[in-house]
């Protein structure tokens, strides 16, 4: 058996894709990184008996796809609001949680080389968790990773009968939940100059709570989300009500940086918080582009969900289930 050392060098190249496959896979960077390490050691117990008749990276693949089909018979389905229930009526307010369990988290994509960035859009990952589980698995290693069926079926221990057909189910399951334009074809159409212009004109009208100029970038069927807040908002005039009522009432100052996450534009928003005499970290603002407009926006928030009242989110303390740091993101902002 190696020393720890050696296994660690052995299996480096290979830990940001195993990671990025259990996120794929679980649609939690949290569960992801549970599988993961799960993965290594597994590996590491097992690296004895392998015989080297496939790549290392094939039999990694194969220890981290069996030991997140493990997970998910434990673990309840990942989704966003927008799939989640019906939109909500901004008069009505942003309501309370559901069970944090339940949402699809963010990934952090610094890591992911350009063309990998695909496989981690919102839309395919949110697509991908409506799968049953060995489709979900035959799809990723088929259409993401590039595994042939003869090698899928061998990591799932099945047939390429098997393989074939799991693969047909799931590419109709998601074609018809995912949109037909990705967001990397959408941002390279859009060019680096182009992306940039929206996300900074986003972060101004957001920063001066403009609500006219920030409804004047969405699509007309918009949507404006806030895992883990079941409740969200869509078409203008619900986004621009609930824009006027929460966040751009002029309650709440806020500060906002560029970021990416999951493969698309993001904007991080820190609110002021009068104690500390800083912005804190309050959402990630995931942006979702239909040519040069915003068509969802899905902000991860990160405060306590220990609260009585909702809409006063802003003002409360720093949960502990998103870290702006794991997106290279300062912990404030002046």
Excluded at 216 to 228: F, G, I, K, N, R
Aim: with cysteine.
């Amino acid at each position: 058996m190696p020393d720890d050392a050696a296994f660690a060098d052995l299996v480096a190249p290979y830990r940001g894709e195993l990671q990025a496959h259990c996120y794929r896979m679980l649609g939690s960077v949290h569960d992801a990184e549970d599988a993961l390490q799960e993965t290594l050691l597994r590996a590491w117990r097992a690296l004895a008996r392998f015989e080297g008749r496939s790549s290392l990276r094939s039999w990694l693949y194969t220890i981290a796809t069996n030991t997140c089909l493990t997970q998910l018979q434990r673990r309840p389905k990942r989704t966003l609001p927008v799939d989640f229930g019906p939109a909500t009526d901004a008069a009505d307010g942003v309501g309370a949680p559901l069970e944090e369990s339940v949402w699809l988290e963010p990934y952090p994509d610094a890591g992911l080389g350009y063309e990998q960035r695909e496989g981690v859009e919102l839309a395919f990952i949110a697509a991908l968790q409506h799968l049953p589980a060995t489709q979900r698995a035959v799809l990723i290693l088929r259409e993401v990773l590039g595994f042939s069926a003869a090698e899928t079926a061998e990591t799932l221990d099945t047939t390429v009968a098997g393989v074939n057909s799991a693969l047909q189910r799931a590419r109709k399951a998601v074609e018809e939940r995912a949109p037909e334009r990705s967001q990397q074809a959408t941002l390279r159409a859009l060019g680096d100059d182009g992306v940039r212009a929206v996300v900074e004109r986003y972060m101004d009208a957001m920063g001066r709570a403009d609500v006219d100029a920030v409804v004047a970038m969405l699509a007309e069927d918009a949507a404006w989300s806030m895992p883990p807040l079941a409740s969200w908002f869509g078409g203008l005039e619900q986004v621009r009500g609930f824009l006027e009522r929460g966040p751009l009432s002029g309650e709440w100052r806020w500060r906002h940086l560029p970021a990416s996450v999951n493969g698309q534009p993001t904007v991080a928003t820190y609110s002021w918080d009068e104690a500390c005499g800083t912005h804190l970290p309050f959402a990630l603002d995931v942006l979702t582009l239909e040519g040069d407009r915003i068509r969802q926006i899905t902000a991860f928030i990160t405060r306590t969900t220990e609260l009585d009242d909702f809409s006063r989110w802003p003002e409360a303390p720093l949960g502990d289930r998103l870290s702006f740091g794991a997106f290279g993101l300062p912990a404030e902002v002046k």
